[in-house]
């Protein structure tokens, strides 16, 4: 079964420090999505990614966040200055045609 | 009013009887809808999605749509203590590939031996 890969498992980061969190996606999907989920809330999305370029973005999405597809395969979510609030965990998620999507394993992201 | 709304849990059955998730949503333009399963700290894993009005079956899933209710819902039959876990509603706007999903809040279910 292919699955969405993400790396780190868990990433520990002080305060206004920069991170990147990568996922490489199932290899023949075309459409791919960061979410987030804050503990004990609901999944929240983040940005749609789709022929290199971001195609969809919620509001949560500011200045403070980029997507980058650097080559075939990694999707990578950069935060800059991270704050406590951007605690959560992050998911990857990939589709080839729609019909639902294959969720990474998630990044514990913790802001200490 | 919450987009994506299901009904508060947590939810309790017995193994081997019918568990029944229901959800609800506010755009009337949504096409595409999907039920998650979640085991606590881990991803989301997807069960089922549904496009048309009416029954969409797969094992001992079934979900159900109604459009002009506006209603979602998930039926699993011969419950199992494996079934014990967070399901979430997603609901896209778009028919179409690269559509963003809105969450529901989840409801836990426990399926007691």
């Known amino acids: 079964e292919p699955e969405v890969t993400q790396t780190p498992s868990h990433q520990v980061t002080q305060m206004g420090q920069e991170v990147i969190l990568r996922c490489v996606p199932i290899?023949?999907?075309?459409?791919f999505y960061w979410y987030r989920q804050i503990l004990g809330q609901k999944v929240e999305f983040l940005v749609s990614?789709?022929?290199?370029?971001?195609?969809?973005k919620s509001e949560i999405f500011d200045d403070q966040f980029s997507v980058e597809r650097p080559d075939g395969s990694n999707f990578t979510l950069k935060i800059r200055s991270t704050k406590l609030e951007d605690s959560a965990m992050y998911f990857c998620?990939?589709?080839?045609?729609?019909?639902?999507?294959?969720f990474g394993s998630g990044t514990r992201l913790t802001v200490v | 009013q919450k987009e994506v709304e299901q009904n508060s849990g947590p939810l309790s059955v017995p193994e081997g009887a019918i568990a029944s998730l229901n959800c609800t949503y506010s755009?009337?333009?949504?096409?595409?809808f999907f039920w998650y399963r979640q085991y606590s700290g881990k991803s989301p894993e997807l069960i089922m999605f549904?496009?048309?009005?009416g029954d969409k079956e797969d094992g001992r899933f079934t979900a159900q749509l109604n459009k002009a209710s506006q209603y979602v819902s998930l039926l699993i039959r011969d419950s199992q203590p494996s079934d014990s876990a967070t399901y979430l509603c997603?609901?896209?706007?778009?028919?179409?590939?690269?559509?963003?999903?809105?969450f529901g809040d989840g409801t836990t279910l426990t399926v007691k031996p």
């Open positions: 998620a990939s589709t080839r045609s729609g019909n639902g999507y294959t």
């Open positions: 290899s023949n999907h075309l459409y």
């Open positions: 990614f789709y022929n290199n370029e971001i195609s969809e």
């Open positions: 755009d009337r333009g949504s096409q595409s």
């Open positions: 549904i496009y048309s009005n």
């Open positions: 997603a609901v896209n706007p778009y028919n179409t590939n690269a559509g963003k999903s809105t």
